[in-house]
């Protein structure tokens, strides 16, 4: 989940050097998850591109909402309160190794077990990542079935035991792309939100408010902008998923 505290601030980019000239790709498979062909559709959308958009979650708005307000108010907390999380999960990064400066702060936490308490968070922030996270994790728990399913994997639930699991390294990031005013000390190094990658795990549940800046890598090596939906998902395939399938 990323949160953007000044959506004017993006109006600054066009001082910025980008990484990777990107144009709207309106073409992202969009998914029903109570479609009957679902599991069809699924499996043809990780196959051609790895990644799709999913509708009908069954994730309350309501959830997603109080999450991204209490979001907010921590990351708007004053430097040094929010580094007192640190040792928790709390992070800023400079990502790349091409000298690009990480436009990004975050909060990571495993999923397992229910998150409590937190230095610095408050009761009704850990109450909401808990509701958010438990939704969140049932539908990655519905979602990998269906791929089993769709795969022919047999049992169903090989995947989703996995992250059921105690044990699983199952985490969730909530990220913050702040203000950055000091555009022109960067020398002309890139300024990006965070830095080109792949995510190791099974699968990716993504969602974001209304402002762009998701970008996806399609076979041609051709990097485009996801269109941005508060109200969705967006699924992504993992290295440890595709290394299974190949």
């Known amino acids: 989940m990323v949160v953007l505290s000044q959506p004017a601030a993006l109006e600054h980019c066009s001082l910025i050097k980008t990484c990777k000239p990107t144009?709207?790709?309106?073409?992202?498979?969009v998914i029903d998850l109570r479609d009957p062909e679902a599991k069809?559709?699924?499996v043809k959308a990780c196959e051609e591109y790895g990644f799709f958009k999913l509708i009908n979650h069954g994730v309350p708005m309501e959830f997603m909402t109080r999450l991204e307000a209490e979001a907010l108010s921590f990351f708007n907390l004053p430097q040094s309160d929010k580094d007192k999380a640190t040792p928790f999960g709390y992070g800023s990064n400079k990502i790349g190794p091409n000298g690009d400066v990480g436009w990004i702060e975050y909060l990571l936490v495993n999923t397992n077990p229910q998150l409590?308490?937190?230095?610095?968070l408050s009761e009704n922030f850990c109450y909401a990542v808990n509701d958010y996270i438990l939704a969140v994790k049932r539908l990655a728990f519905e979602v990998v079935e269906i791929m089993a399913d769709g795969l022919e994997i047999e049992p169903r639930n090989v995947l989703s035991r996995l992250l059921r699991d105690e044990k699983s390294d199952s985490c969730f990031r909530l990220n913050h792309y702040p203000p950055c005013p000091q555009l022109q000390a960067l020398s002309g190094r890139n300024l990006i939100g965070f830095g080109e990658h792949t995510d190791p795990q099974i699968i990716s549940i993504l969602r974001s408010n209304n402002t762009s800046g998701l970008q996806i890598c399609l076979r041609d090596r051709t990097w485009v902008s996801v269109p941005p939906d508060q109200t969705?998902?967006?699924i992504s395939v993992g290295d440890t998923l595709q290394a299974g399938n190949e």
């Not at 144009?23 to 498979?29: A, S």
């Not at 409590?116 to 610095?120: D, E, G, R, V, W």
């Open 23 to 29: 144009c709207v790709f309106t073409g992202i498979p």
């Open 232 to 234: 969705s998902f967006f």
């Open 40 to 42: 069809t559709l699924i």
């Open 116 to 120: 409590t308490s937190l230095k610095t």
